[in-house]
């Protein structure tokens, strides 16, 4: 295992310096200070000249609301299943929304995941 240090000293994991010229097969990583910041939603939306685009800065805040919504819509199923068990006669349908609500639910979170990758694939082509 190799250490880098900005491009020109390999350092094995023992500590001991074995050369110092620049190995070809050894990629040069640049200090954290020199590293490009990446963009944020509000320098994208502020971008005038639209060199930034801002739906693959959004699109984890979207995955996310709607996680958080097909979970609310799920408890919201499971809760209306317990009160159709309650009815007369009502029972099976009950246990059948109760143990189709979850599977419902992932099926839901999938769709949204695939949709969202879709656009990531989309905007990652073009840039």
Same mark, same amino acid.
């Given at each position: 295992?190799?250490?880098?240090?900005?491009?020109?000293?390999?350092?094995?994991?023992?500590?001991?310096? +074995?050369?110092?010229? $620049? #190995?070809?097969?050894?990629?040069?990583?640049?200090?954290?200070?020199?590293?490009?910041?990446?963009?944020?939603?509000?320098? =994208?939306?502020?971008? @005038?000249?639209?060199? @930034?685009?801002?739906?693959?800065?959004?699109?984890?805040?979207? $995955?996310?609301?709607?996680?958080?919504?097909? =979970?609310?819509? @799920?408890?919201?199923?499971?809760?209306?299943?317990? =009160?159709?068990?309650?009815? +007369?006669?009502?029972?099976?349908?009950? /246990?059948?929304?109760? =143990? %189709?609500?979850?599977?419902?639910?992932?099926?839901? /979170?999938?769709?949204? +995941?695939?949709?969202?990758? %879709?656009?990531?694939?989309?905007? #990652?082509? +073009?840039?």
């Amino acid at each position: 295992m190799k250490v880098l240090i900005w491009g020109w000293l390999d350092i094995p994991a023992t500590g001991k310096i +074995r050369g110092s010229g $620049y #190995h070809p097969l050894v990629t040069m990583i640049p200090p954290p200070e020199l590293r490009p910041k990446p963009p944020t939603v509000l320098t =994208a939306l502020t971008d @005038t000249r639209f060199t @930034t685009l801002v739906t693959p800065l959004v699109v984890s805040w979207i $995955y996310r609301g709607c996680m958080v919504v097909v =979970a609310m819509m @799920t408890v919201w199923w499971m809760l209306l299943s317990v =009160a159709v068990m309650t009815w +007369r006669n009502g029972w099976m349908w009950g /246990v059948l929304g109760l =143990a %189709a609500s979850p599977v419902l639910g992932l099926v839901l /979170v999938l769709i949204v +995941r695939v949709v969202c990758e %879709a656009v990531l694939v989309r905007f #990652h082509r +073009r840039g």
